[in-house]
């Protein structure tokens, strides 16, 4: 039985949509194929469920984008569609599939780029709805988790390289930039990404840094405010970030709380893996840090990502921040098909510490390991230990990740012109388009892994960072995320406006409608966005629908309206003093080490004011939205 088949709210998009697709291309698809498409729908979501659509049409989408980006054929049937006569293309919008590919699923010389975009829109529409997971889907991505671990550990051919390459590495000579050398041995690339690493790291001092916390769960519990009442430190981390320079407001803070801090315990606590709801597909994993690691993680992390962004040698190729230029990367691939984009698949959890080893430069690596959590704790209590450098949920897990990737290719491209046309962005990776398969080889001999059926090198079809790419053209569908619920919540009223406008946009008004009618009967009155109101708003609203409750605002000499907004609503809390100094220091006003004695300091003087209204005594909770009205 479907535990979500009271979702009907799906059926009738999906029925919405087909309807404005064929509003829109009646030519093509005329009443008749509507008709029949519809009937399909119903059909198999009586019999699959909502299943139909969260994993049966993305199922048809994988293998239709699949032939867009590689020479392979699309079969319909070994997908679970049936196919036309005479062809292998499915039924199911049939009468676009045919503009894209040929009967045997091969892709045209031609294909319509429209097609394209609505078959994509129909098939992904719902592939990342967040659904409630069931156990098998938990325990199939903890046991994913396991294996990839076991993988690392087990694989001990790769580690011994790895570790027989980092013995060996003042041995070889260096490689010359600027000379063409296909692909260059394992030996070579090694040098060479150690070398780029060092000239990156140069100059940079892992003690400059400035600590803080971040805003998800930690392994040890504290809730928001209770981080900052040190009661455990491990000794790994004081070692070289010491405890009063690091982890106190001032030397003040440690003379007039000496008796407290001296019963702060020094053990190791291990990180805790956690799920939390990702799509159709089944839940995300995380590994929540303990506190004392988060709090140098975070602060190593932000100094290395604002390096990287900043140097010579990284600034126009890897990424942190801004997904602009992989997203410009993906439509010029597409459309000229000089550049291919990599997927990497279990990303995080593929780079070992061995690897981390070989690659990052002695005075950085000593503080990576300080503060790389060396156990994880599994839902059932089991302890796991780690031969990953970080799994998801450590702040230095991305820009190690996004180095190490960076790194190896460079190291590996033929050419000057190669290794300016690489970027990186975390696990998502373009490269010039005659370097994929050898930069793919080059990544998994140092123990990554590629998923190839992501991966485009061939064909017209590109993605990376959110963009799907066609000749040029952006057919980056509207997917759901958001669970409808016919009970007010803010997470609903926000993300189904976004929806609803999403739609708008890209022309698909009977959508916009439907999600629309949806939310009136809960919601009341939606202004629109034409009213320039600082709330979620809807794009295009009749005078007889808008917001009728409003005044003049004397002080602002302006028209307001009384309508709903997203807010957060904070929790007060008082800590001592210096701990509230602490986190002015680390999130108020910004801060920095002080060079004279390693104490924390504020960078900005509090005469000059923060950028941001700030209070020390007020926290706001993660997923803790309300709805209110305000007048706006």
């Not at 198999?44 to 032939?67: H, I, M, N």
């Not at 407001?249 to 008796?259: E, H």
Request: hydrophobic share 35%; proline share 6%.
């Amino acid at each position: 039985m479907d535990p979500y088949k009271s979702q009907d709210e799906t059926v009738s998009l999906i029925a919405a949509l087909l309807s404005n697709i064929h509003m829109l291309h009646t030519a093509v698809f005329n009443c008749r194929a509507l008709r029949l498409t519809l009937n399909q729908v119903e059909k198999r979501t009586r019999f699959e469920g909502t299943g139909f659509l969260l994993k049966s049409l993305p199922r048809l989408g994988k293998a239709f984008d699949k032939a867009l980006s590689s020479n392979s054929k699309m079969d319909a049937t070994s997908v679970g569609f049936n196919p036309m006569p005479g062809s292998k293309l499915p039924r199911f919008l049939g009468e676009f599939f045919i503009k894209v590919l040929n009967k045997d699923g091969v892709l045209l010389q031609d294909p319509c780029s429209a097609s394209v975009n609505i078959i994509r829109q129909v098939l992904y529409c719902f592939y990342k709805y967040e659904i409630p997971y069931n156990d098998d889907q938990a325990q199939h991505v903890i046991s994913k988790f396991e294996r990839t671990e076991d993988d690392l550990t087990s694989d001990g051919e790769l580690s011994t390289r790895l570790r027989s390459l980092k013995d060996s590495l003042p041995s070889y000579h260096s490689r010359r930039f600027g000379t063409y050398s296909k692909s260059p041995s394992q030996p070579t690339v090694a040098r060479e990404a150690r070398i780029l690493l060092s000239r990156v790291f140069a100059s940079f001092d892992p003690h400059d840094i400035t600590p803080r916390h971040g805003p998800g769960a930690v392994a040890t519990k504290q809730k928001l405010w209770g981080k900052y009442l040190w009661t455990n430190v491990a000794d790994r981390i004081t070692r070289l970030y010491p405890f009063d320079a690091y982890f106190c407001a001032s030397i003040g803070a440690v003379c007039d709380n000496y008796r407290d801090f001296s019963k702060v315990s020094s053990n190791e606590s291990s990180a805790q893996v956690i799920l939390v709801p990702k799509d159709s597909r089944g839940p995300r994993l995380i590994s929540c840090e303990p506190v004392d690691f988060q709090w140098i993680q975070q602060g190593l992390g932000r100094a290395i990502v604002k390096l990287v962004e900043t140097h010579e040698l990284t600034k126009f190729n890897v990424h942190f921040t801004d997904q602009t230029p992989n997203r410009i990367g993906a439509l010029l691939g597409s459309s000229t098909g000089r550049y291919a984009t990599l997927d990497l698949n279990e990303a995080s959890d593929r780079v070992s510490l061995d690897l981390v080893r070989l690659l990052f430069p002695e005075h950085l690596l000593v503080y990576l390991e300080a503060c790389r959590s060396l156990s994880t704790v599994l839902p059932d209590g089991r302890v796991l230990q780690l031969r990953k450098f970080a799994p998801m949920g450590s702040s230095l897990c991305f820009p190690i990740l996004a180095l190490t990737v960076w790194a190896i290719l460079t190291a590996a491209a033929p050419d000057a012109d190669t290794r300016e046309r690489i970027l990186v962005y975390g696990d998502d990776v373009i490269v010039p388009t005659a370097y994929a398969v050898n930069a793919m080889e080059q990544l998994e001999s140092f123990g990554l892994k590629i998923n190839r059926d992501k991966s485009c090198i061939s064909g017209l079809f590109r993605e990376s960072c959110g963009m799907d790419a066609f000749k040029g053209n952006n057919v980056t569908p509207v997917r759901i995320r958001t669970v409808w619920s016919s009970s007010p919540h803010p997470d609903v009223y926000s993300s189904w406006i976004a929806y609803a406008n999403s739609f708008y946009d890209k022309q698909y008004y009977h959508v916009y409608d439907s999600i629309v009618a949806m939310l009136r009967p809960i919601y009341g009155r939606i202004p629109g966005d034409d009213m320039h109101l600082a709330c979620p708003s809807l794009r295009d609203v009749p005078q007889q629908d808008r917001p009728t409750r409003r005044r003049m605002n004397k002080s602002l000499q302006k028209l307001e309206f009384n309508v709903f907004d997203v807010s957060t609503r904070p929790i007060n809390k008082l800590l001592p003093g210096w701990s509230m100094l602490l986190r002015y220091f680390t999130e108020g006003c910004g801060s920095a080490i002080d060079s004279t004695d390693g104490t924390l300091a504020s960078r900005r003087s509090p005469l000059y004011g923060c950028e941001r209204a700030f209070s020390v005594g007020s926290y706001t909770a993660r997923r803790a939205s309300m709805l209110v009205r305000r007048w706006r």
